[in-house]
């Protein structure tokens, strides 16, 4: 069994929300997701996915893309992201799509790595961080404790972290979100949301401090699920 990641589905299969006003890479995206999914992916195989699933407005709008996944090979795990209105109750999701896990406050399990989550916010210091932002990347620091401290009640000794904003700011500097990861015993953080190569070059990658750090971005992976472990 395999763990992979991939953020920023941006699916909008529903809604007329083309993402090649983005660029000309994300023409035909979510064609090549799906393409690439069912070539790597196997049935038994795990798929985090950290925020941005869809386009929709409303959940009833969304349902054509979590049909969508739901019919990909793997289990699926995942977080909301900034853009994901239609995300209102994750225990209804999960009523609704079985075999897929809606990470809310809480945590999941793989083998014996617990995978916790929360969004996170732009960080203070950040080029697009204003005064109106504070107050979310405050709520999210608590969510995320929340997430964290349910794996550690369950005994958890190793944690993957998901989150869909990176925890740092644009300039890669220390957070509060960086020092709550540094508390419990998170080996590997995956993240999306940073479109296009000045963004992508911002992002935090690779090992800091014993933590693996792994930017999924759709389009930073050429809109393949990575491969973790």
């Known amino acids: 069994m395999g ?15 083309p993402m090649s006003i983005f660029g000309a890479n994300w023409e035909g995206h979510s064609e090549r997701i799906i393409e690439n999914w069912r070539r790597e992916v196997g049935k038994e195989d795990t798929v985090l996915i950290p925020g941005d699933i869809s386009w929709a407005m409303k959940e009833e709008d969304a349902v054509a ?23 209102k109750s994750a225990a209804r999701l999960e009523r609704n799509f079985e075999g897929m896990r ?33 107050k979310l990347y405050e709520r999210e620091q608590i969510r995320l404790r929340l997430s964290l401290d349910s794996a550690m009640r369950k005994g958890a000794e190793e944690i993957l972290l998901m989150m869909h904003f990176p925890p740092v700011n644009d ?22 949301h940073l479109h296009g190569r000045p963004s992508h070059e911002s992002g935090i990658k690779g090992e800091r401090d014993g933590i693996v750090y792994h930017l999924v971005s759709a389009d930073y992976l050429d ?3 990575k491969r973790l472990f």
Request: with cysteine; proline share 4%; aromatic share 16%.
């Open 3 to 17: 763990l992979f990641a991939i953020a920023d589905l941006h699916f909008g299969f529903s809604v007329n929300k």
């Open 65 to 87: 893309d979590l049909q969508v996944i739901q019919g990909l090979p793997g289990r699926k795990i995942f977080l909301e992201g900034n853009h994901d209105y239609w995300w």
């Open 102 to 134: 809606f990470l809310k406050n809480d945590c999941d399990l793989y083998e014996n790595l617990y995978i916790c989550g929360s969004r996170g916010w732009l960080c203070p210091n950040d080029t697009r961080f204003t005064a109106q932002d504070q």
């Open 171 to 192: 300039r890669q500097e220390n957070s509060a979100f960086l020092e709550i990861i540094r508390e419990y015993p998170i080996r590997h953080v995956v993240y999306g």
């Open 223 to 225: 809109f393949c699920p």
